[in-house]
């Protein structure tokens, strides 16, 4: 652990002290705002931890993949393999999902990204329609849920009056391309985008085509009121490569698995999301936010063990109110509202034929299996801000919810049945305070319990019933943290250092090729610390330095775990890294030019339980240059070129946690990354 103190302190040490006599005349750093849904709209007032990705962030690479982004957040770890599947552990939470992201809860706008699954899928929201994210460690957050990882919650792009178009080509076949207009008035507003993305991929079985149409803006705005609408359609065909072994890996990075190569495996589906929201001010100190939703998905997915086909309809209501109050001296900011979510899954698996089809793919056969699904979620969720004095604050919050669904099993007819199951209410409390000597100086200090749901698997037997011994996770989370302005607003800092337990650990038991049953098997223990930096330094009237740095150093491990025979507590716990460090830095001109390099170092990943198997670390070094200017009045152009994995680093992007093997072969646990590759991108604007 010494040598990552020792970098640690070498990059904190070099940003204080990188200035020079003009610090006065520096570009000050802005104050970051967060969503309107905080009762703080300031990041230095919020007490909790909280990664902000702006919107030059998300396109500081090649405008196609948001893990760069998101690997910049201290304490979260986003792995993504051939742009198909990824999961995305917030301090440890979530390392253990097989396939995808959960116990975590996502919102574009006021729209769940999260569905009945557990499940959250960012990728269909393209990024040139993101304003800002925002990563909510832990959970603090009582209006969005109370999830253990936290929330992640997408604000959609801003309304300007503009029209674009964009293109960009890279390696192995990438192609995206953009087209946007834009419209903004007194009392509406309109975004419509359409964007399409390929790439041949470069591993075997890896081709990849997306593409989206999203329309968003306001309607009816008024002083105290507006309408707000949104709605993104999806459709996706990728290929699936899937994982391979360690020989294949240090040999064959290139090769997909023999079976999924074969039988030409892919997933495909079509997505709509959609909602409307209206934001109400009720008086000088009351206002309203009511939003309705769906959310539906039809994804068609043949594999080499049997064709999956899902169909999933999601809807609900989400109202919420702010208000102020003042008692004497001491003021008071509070928010209330209820939430509703109804999940409708219908999904059936068939046979697999493509061994009997002449090497052309998939080809369906009889029925295996066939259920239906509905889950009703119930939240309700309170949040107080006092205000103790100009220096103190105090805030708490409660979440509670409500879950029950419903499963019927149609095929097979010998195990037809239909059966009603709920889990007990879960009460999640939480509570603050900050301490705010001056304007440039935060320390905060935060207790809070969070919940996350089985997933429709890891509620079933391996008969296909529901199993009523399985709870919902728990645990409970104690956090410190402070966040600093230094050298006249230049240099922004933050340092948090969390713990949090885990209790009736959801473990995945494989029992099949392809089939989980879920059991809860016993505790983990999450601890560590997180700090990050950004400094920005004036060199002249010409030249500007932007840097940042975000570390974590991590102790994730199984507390007590004891899985059927195998006792693994005080092991490491599986498929995260214990530390994690990010850093760029980027040389800013006045007249447009930039040139820019980020670095991303993973420590070793536990690949199983017993952790007799792990991946090797590695060092990812990306570059990008480019140069904004304007053609002529109201009409600019960006043009940028880069260059990703500079140095060629042979990594693992993803791992599948306690890969299994059968007959003769080793576990497939390894999901190679890619290797250096080049893009390049033109945009055109014009604002009218």
Same mark, same amino acid.
């Given at each position: 652990?010494?040598?990552?103190?020792?970098?640690?302190?070498?990059?904190?040490?070099?940003?204080? +002290?990188?200035?020079?006599?003009?610090?006065?005349?520096?570009?000050?750093?802005?104050?970051?705002?967060?969503?309107?849904?905080?009762?703080?709209?300031?990041?230095?007032?919020?007490?909790?931890?909280?990664?902000?990705?702006?919107?030059?962030?998300?396109?500081?690479?090649?405008?196609?993949?948001?893990?760069?982004?998101?690997?910049?957040?201290?304490?979260?770890? %986003?792995?993504?393999?051939?742009?198909?599947?990824?999961?995305?552990?917030?301090?440890?939470?979530?390392?253990?999902?097989?396939?995808?992201?959960?116990?975590? &809860?996502?919102?574009?706008?006021?729209?769940?990204?999260?569905?009945?699954?557990?499940?959250?899928?960012?990728?269909?929201?393209?990024?040139?329609?993101?304003?800002?994210?925002?990563?909510?460690?832990?959970?603090?957050?009582?209006?969005?849920?109370?999830?253990?990882?936290?929330?992640?919650?997408?604000?959609?792009?801003?309304?300007?009056? #503009?029209?674009?178009?964009?293109?960009?080509?890279?390696?192995?076949?990438?192609?995206?391309?953009?087209?946007?207009?834009?419209?903004?008035?007194?009392?509406?507003?309109?975004?419509?985008?359409?964007?399409?993305?390929?790439?041949?991929?470069? &591993?075997?079985?890896?081709?990849?085509?997306?593409?989206?149409?999203?329309?968003?803006?306001?309607?009816?705005?008024?002083?105290?009121?507006?309408?707000?609408? +949104?709605?993104?359609?999806?459709?996706?065909?990728?290929?699936?490569?899937? /994982?391979?072994?360690?020989?294949?890996?240090?040999?064959?990075?290139?090769?997909?698995?023999?079976?999924?190569?074969?039988?030409?495996?892919?997933?495909?589906?079509?997505?709509?999301?959609?909602?409307?929201?209206?934001?109400?001010?009720?008086?000088?100190?009351?206002?309203?936010? #009511?939003?309705?939703?769906?959310?539906?998905?039809?994804?068609?997915?043949?594999?080499?063990?049997?064709?999956?086909?899902?169909?999933?309809?999601?809807?609900?209501? &989400?109202?919420?109110?702010?208000?102020?109050?003042?008692?004497?001296?001491?003021?008071?900011?509070?928010?209330?509202?209820?939430?509703?979510?109804?999940?409708?899954?219908?999904?059936? #698996?068939?046979?697999?034929?493509?061994?009997?089809?002449?090497?052309?793919?998939?080809?369906?056969?009889?029925?295996?299996?066939?259920?239906?699904?509905?889950?009703?979620?119930?939240?309700?969720?309170?949040?107080?801000?006092?205000?103790?004095?100009?220096?103190?604050?105090?805030?708490?919050?409660?979440?509670?919810?409500?879950?029950?669904?419903?499963?019927?099993?149609?095929?097979?007819?010998?195990?037809?049945?239909?059966?009603?199951? /709920?889990?007990?209410?879960?009460?999640?409390?939480?509570?603050?305070?900050?301490?705010?000597?001056?304007?440039?100086?935060?320390?905060?200090?935060?207790?809070?319990?969070?919940?996350?749901?089985?997933?429709?698997?890891?509620?079933?037997?391996?008969?296909?019933?529901?199993?009523?011994?399985?709870?919902?996770?728990?645990?409970?989370?104690?956090?410190?943290?402070?966040?600093?302005?230094?050298?006249?607003?230049?240099?922004?800092?933050?340092?948090?250092?969390?713990?949090?337990?885990?209790?009736?650990?959801?473990?995945?038991?494989?029992?099949?090729?392809?089939?989980?049953?879920?059991?809860?098997?016993?505790?983990?223990?999450?601890?560590?610390?997180?700090?990050? *930096?950004?400094?920005?330094?004036?060199?002249?009237?010409?030249?500007?330095?932007?840097?940042?740095?975000?570390?974590?150093?991590?102790?994730?491990?199984?507390?007590?775990?004891?899985?059927?025979?195998?006792?693994?507590?005080?092991?490491?716990?599986?498929?995260?890294?214990?530390?994690?460090?990010?850093?760029?830095?980027?040389?800013?001109?006045?007249?447009?030019?930039?040139?820019?390099?980020?670095?991303?170092?993973?420590?070793?990943?536990?690949?199983?339980?017993?952790?007799?198997?792990?991946?090797?670390?590695?060092?990812?070094?990306?570059?990008?240059?480019?140069?904004?200017?304007?053609? +002529?009045?109201?009409?600019?152009?960006?043009?940028?070129?880069?260059?990703?994995?500079?140095?060629?680093?042979?990594? *693992?992007? %993803?791992?599948?946690?306690?890969?299994?093997?059968?007959?003769?072969?080793?576990?497939?646990?390894?999901?190679?990354?890619?290797?250096?590759?080049?893009?390049?991108?033109?945009?055109?604007?014009?604002?009218?």
């Amino acid at each position: 652990m010494k040598k990552y103190y020792l970098l640690f302190i070498i990059l904190f040490t070099s940003n204080l +002290f990188a200035q020079n006599d003009s610090i006065q005349k520096t570009k000050t750093l802005n104050e970051v705002f967060i969503s309107s849904f905080h009762i703080n709209d300031s990041l230095q007032n919020a007490p909790a931890s909280i990664g902000i990705i702006s919107k030059k962030e998300l396109q500081a690479n090649n405008n196609t993949d948001i893990s760069t982004a998101i690997n910049r957040i201290s304490g979260v770890y %986003m792995q993504s393999a051939n742009l198909t599947t990824n999961r995305i552990s917030i301090r440890g939470i979530g390392a253990r999902t097989p396939y995808g992201t959960n116990k975590i &809860r996502a919102f574009y706008g006021n729209i769940p990204l999260t569905s009945g699954n557990s499940e959250t899928t960012i990728d269909d929201i393209d990024l040139e329609n993101i304003n800002q994210v925002e990563i909510i460690k832990g959970p603090l957050s009582s209006i969005y849920g109370a999830g253990l990882g936290g929330a992640i919650l997408i604000s959609p792009k801003k309304s300007e009056n #503009t029209a674009s178009i964009s293109t960009t080509h890279g390696s192995f076949g990438l192609v995206k391309n953009t087209v946007s207009l834009g419209l903004d008035s007194e009392t509406s507003s309109l975004n419509l985008s359409y964007h399409n993305l390929e790439t041949d991929g470069w &591993r075997d079985n890896s081709s990849y085509n997306r593409e989206g149409i999203t329309l968003a803006g306001e309607l009816f705005r008024k002083k105290n009121s507006k309408l707000t609408y +949104f709605s993104n359609y999806t459709y996706l065909k990728a290929f699936i490569p899937s /994982s391979i072994n360690k020989e294949a890996f240090d040999n064959d990075p290139e090769a997909g698995a023999p079976t999924w190569v074969a039988s030409k495996g892919f997933k495909e589906y079509k997505s709509v999301l959609g909602g409307l929201a209206y934001d109400f001010k009720i008086s000088d100190k009351i206002t309203s936010a #009511t939003s309705v939703f769906v959310n539906y998905k039809d994804n068609n997915e043949p594999r080499p063990f049997d064709i999956l086909r899902q169909y999933t309809f999601a809807s609900g209501a &989400r109202t919420q109110f702010n208000g102020a109050i003042s008692v004497g001296k001491t003021k008071a900011l509070w928010n209330l509202g209820l939430e509703y979510f109804r999940d409708n899954y219908a999904g059936k #698996t068939l046979e697999n034929l493509y061994q009997e089809n002449n090497g052309n793919g998939s080809l369906e056969g009889n029925k295996l299996t066939e259920t239906n699904q509905e889950r009703d979620f119930y939240n309700a969720f309170a949040q107080l801000q006092i205000l103790l004095s100009k220096k103190f604050e105090l805030q708490a919050g409660l979440n509670f919810n409500k879950t029950q669904f419903n499963l019927e099993t149609l095929f097979p007819i010998e195990n037809a049945s239909s059966e009603n199951y /709920s889990y007990d209410a879960i009460w999640s409390p939480q509570i603050s305070f900050l301490f705010k000597p001056n304007h440039f100086q935060t320390v905060y200090f935060s207790a809070s319990r969070g919940f996350s749901l089985p997933t429709i698997e890891e509620t079933l037997t391996e008969n296909g019933t529901i199993n009523p011994n399985i709870k919902p996770e728990n645990g409970y989370n104690f956090e410190i943290g402070g966040k600093f302005y230094f050298l006249n607003r230049n240099l922004y800092t933050e340092i948090s250092a969390y713990r949090m337990q885990i209790n009736d650990l959801l473990v995945a038991q494989r029992v099949g090729d392809d089939q989980y049953v879920g059991i809860n098997a016993g505790e983990t223990l999450h601890q560590g610390i997180e700090f990050s *930096a950004n400094y920005n330094l004036t060199l002249n009237k010409i030249f500007a330095l932007n840097t940042f740095i975000s570390t974590s150093i991590g102790k994730y491990e199984f507390k007590e775990f004891i899985d059927k025979e195998n006792n693994f507590s005080r092991n490491k716990l599986t498929g995260v890294p214990s530390n994690k460090v990010n850093a760029g830095i980027a040389l800013n001109t006045d007249f447009g030019f930039y040139l820019a390099a980020d670095y991303q170092f993973a420590d070793e990943i536990p690949l199983n339980d017993a952790n007799s198997a792990t991946s090797d670390a590695y060092k990812i070094t990306n570059l990008k240059t480019g140069c904004r200017f304007q053609i +002529f009045k109201n009409f600019t152009s960006h043009i940028s070129t880069g260059v990703n994995n500079l140095f060629d680093e042979k990594y *693992a992007s %993803m791992v599948l946690v306690n890969a299994t093997a059968f007959g003769n072969a080793s576990p497939r646990y390894y999901y190679p990354g890619l290797p250096v590759n080049f893009y390049g991108n033109i945009s055109f604007a014009y604002s009218f």
